[in-house]
């Protein structure tokens, strides 16, 4: 099923004719009413797409200068609502949507879930976190949109959730791919059984995960799990999302438009080469964003999909450049070893790495925990156990193999490393 037949399968040129016709329109309506896109694009006229290339970056920071709302296009009582993303340090960023953009939302959000299975009538269990986070309100919204049924459990309280998931048996689960497989692990170990719960679909995101997440979520609740992008700048969750297909996220480019650049010289690559995803948004009203650097890495592909749809795909997030590592000169994204450790069936899909910079060189130590099954076997944890010492020369092998770095490995007691309630926090720095 598609939700919006004639949007996401529109034939290429007609979509790109769509897109300018938008775009020239979110220029000028930028430019006429926010004094920060007024100077900086005065006199800068978009008669073709391309021109969109000469278009200034808008950055995070730029959002940051303008806190709280100075580059809000209208009143803030033409405002429905604000969301705000929590930002680790300072400020949080501040977002705002007219009742037109809360519709475009719910359209992004509707065509998102019914592309991973989700049908009216359905019950969805929420387990992003609701409030100023935009994960909890966009899925509430957009599953309404459908015509599903909400359960808006939120986040935390993990004991919450197997009640619920137990006697409501949901058809579908949204959360963030670390606490849904916390929620699983943990109704396993006391007794339940989190693959026959009943679930047909899982929407996950607002974070980076790897196929070997895709696979430890859908063998953990026996159903397939897609993946969802966004962020709060452009709407929230929604700007792309997977199809049955899986083959890269269908962004809604009627809405967003999409650009890949080189981060470090700001030049736009080519479909398929790897870099920093830009998106201007085409309808929106409150918060316009005219090429925003989302820091997030990835690739586009226009090529039509199997499933229909015919709008650009991004490959999945590796992660955002700044969470790039550079560890005695090897780069490296936390996903890159997320990947590594999830093709070993004796340790838990949970991981932290712990950057050392007190010393002159950077060190990194990946930490890691053995599956229970495994801790059974040895009976019981004891770090110089035999398998687990020679666990960990297996998982210090591929990560050297997989990197071209070699770094430390230390196999954790069971629990040690911290479980997410929310987005996984998986660097830790020592200064
Ligand atoms: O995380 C919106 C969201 C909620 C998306 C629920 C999907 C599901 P922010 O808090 O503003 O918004 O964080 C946005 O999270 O720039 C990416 O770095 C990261 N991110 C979001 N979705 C994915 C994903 C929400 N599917 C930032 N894969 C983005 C990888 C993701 N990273």
Same mark, same amino acid.
Request: hydrophobic share 40%.
């Given at each position: 099923? @598609?939700?919006?037949?004639?949007?996401? +399968?529109?034939?290429?040129?007609? *979509?790109?004719?769509?897109?300018?016709? *938008?775009?020239?329109?979110?220029?000028?309506?930028?430019?006429? *009413?926010?004094?920060?896109?007024?100077?900086?694009?005065?006199?800068?006229?978009?008669?073709?797409?391309?021109?969109?290339?000469?278009?200034?970056?808008?950055?995070?920071?730029? $959002?940051?200068?303008?806190?709280?709302?100075?580059?809000?296009?209208?009143?803030?009582?033409?405002?429905?609502?604000?969301?705000?993303?929590?930002?680790?340090?300072?400020?949080?960023?501040?977002?705002?949507? +007219?009742?037109?953009?809360?519709?475009?939302?719910?359209?992004?959000?509707?065509?998102?879930?019914?592309?991973?299975?989700? *049908?009216?009538?359905?019950?969805?269990?929420?387990?992003?976190?609701?409030?100023?986070?935009?994960?909890?309100?966009?899925?509430?919204?957009?599953?309404?949109? @459908?015509?599903?049924?909400?359960?808006?459990?939120?986040?935390?309280?993990?004991?919450?959730?197997?009640?619920?998931?137990?006697?409501?048996?949901?058809?579908?689960?949204?959360?963030?791919?670390?606490?849904?497989?916390?929620?699983?692990?943990? $109704?396993?170990?006391?007794?339940?059984?989190?693959?026959?719960?009943?679930?047909?679909?899982?929407?996950?995101?607002?974070?980076?995960?790897?196929?070997?997440?895709?696979?430890? $979520?859908?063998?953990?609740?026996?159903?397939?799990?897609?993946?969802?992008?966004?962020?709060?700048?452009?709407?929230?969750?929604?700007?792309?999302?997977?199809?049955?297909?899986?083959?890269?996220?269908?962004?809604?480019?009627?809405?967003?438009?999409?650009?890949? @650049?080189?981060?470090?010289?700001?030049?736009?690559?080519?479909?398929?080469?790897?870099?920093?995803?830009?998106?201007?948004?085409?309808?929106?009203?409150?918060? !316009?964003?005219?090429?925003?650097?989302?820091?997030?890495?990835?690739? $586009?592909?226009?090529?039509?999909?199997?499933?229909?749809?015919?709008?650009?795909?991004?490959?999945?997030?590796?992660?955002?450049?700044?969470?790039?590592?550079?560890?005695?000169?090897?780069?490296?994204?936390?996903?890159?070893?997320?990947?590594?450790?999830?093709?070993?069936?004796?340790?838990?899909?949970?991981?932290?790495?712990?950057?050392?910079?007190?010393? +002159?060189?950077?060190?990194?130590?990946?930490?890691?925990? !053995?599956?229970?099954?495994?801790?059974?076997?040895?009976?019981?944890?004891?770090?110089?156990? !035999?398998?687990?010492?020679?666990?960990? +020369?297996?998982?210090?092998?591929?990560?050297?193999?997989?990197?071209?770095?070699?770094?430390?490995?230390?196999?954790?007691? !069971?629990?040690?490393?911290?479980?997410?309630?929310?987005?996984?926090?998986?660097?830790?720095?020592?200064?």
């Amino acid at each position: 099923m @598609i939700w919006n037949r004639d949007a996401e +399968t529109a034939p290429r040129a007609e *979509r790109e004719s769509l897109q300018l016709r *938008r775009l020239q329109a979110a220029v000028e309506w930028a430019t006429d *009413r926010v004094p920060f896109y007024r100077e900086r694009l005065a006199g800068t006229a978009v008669s073709r797409r391309e021109d969109l290339r000469r278009l200034p970056f808008t950055t995070k920071p730029d $959002l940051r200068d303008q806190y709280p709302f100075g580059l809000f296009a209208v009143p803030l009582s033409e405002l429905a609502r604000i969301h705000a993303s929590s930002g680790t340090r300072g400020k949080p960023t501040v977002v705002g949507y +007219t009742a037109a953009d809360l519709d475009v939302w719910r359209e992004v959000m509707a065509r998102a879930m019914v592309a991973a299975g989700a *049908r009216p009538g359905d019950l969805l269990h929420i387990a992003f976190g609701y409030g100023l986070f935009t994960g909890g309100l966009g899925f509430h919204d957009g599953a309404e949109r @459908i015509g599903m049924t909400v359960v808006p459990a939120s986040s935390g309280n993990t004991a919450r959730h197997h009640l619920l998931l137990q006697d409501f048996r949901p058809a579908g689960i949204a959360g963030t791919p670390s606490f849904a497989l916390h929620i699983a692990e943990s $109704l396993r170990e006391q007794g339940g059984k989190p693959d026959a719960l009943g679930l047909r679909y899982g929407m996950f995101g607002a974070e980076p995960w790897t196929e070997g997440m895709r696979a430890a $979520l859908e063998r953990a609740f026996g159903c397939p799990a897609f993946d969802i992008y966004g962020l709060s700048e452009i709407i929230g969750p929604g700007v792309a999302a997977e199809c049955e297909a899986r083959e890269g996220l269908h962004i809604a480019d009627d809405h967003f438009l999409p650009e890949v @650049i080189d981060p470090a010289s700001g030049e736009a690559l080519p479909d398929g080469r790897e870099g920093e995803l830009v998106l201007t948004t085409l309808t929106k009203r409150a918060l !316009p964003m005219l090429r925003y650097r989302t820091g997030d890495v990835t690739a $586009l592909d226009l090529a039509p999909c199997r499933c229909g749809r015919t709008s650009a795909r991004m490959a999945r997030v590796k992660g955002r450049a700044d969470d790039m590592l550079i560890i005695r000169g090897v780069n490296l994204y936390p996903s890159e070893v997320e990947r590594t450790l999830l093709t070993l069936e004796d340790l838990v899909p949970h991981y932290q790495l712990v950057v050392d910079r007190t010393g +002159t060189l950077a060190r990194l130590e990946v930490q890691v925990e !053995p599956a229970p099954a495994l801790v059974e076997r040895c009976g019981g944890f004891a770090a110089d156990h !035999p398998a687990l010492v020679a666990l960990r +020369t297996e998982v210090a092998g591929r990560l050297r193999a997989a990197l071209g770095l070699t770094v430390e490995t230390s196999i954790v007691a !069971p629990r040690t490393i911290p479980r997410s309630e929310g987005k996984a926090v998986r660097v830790v720095e020592r200064r």
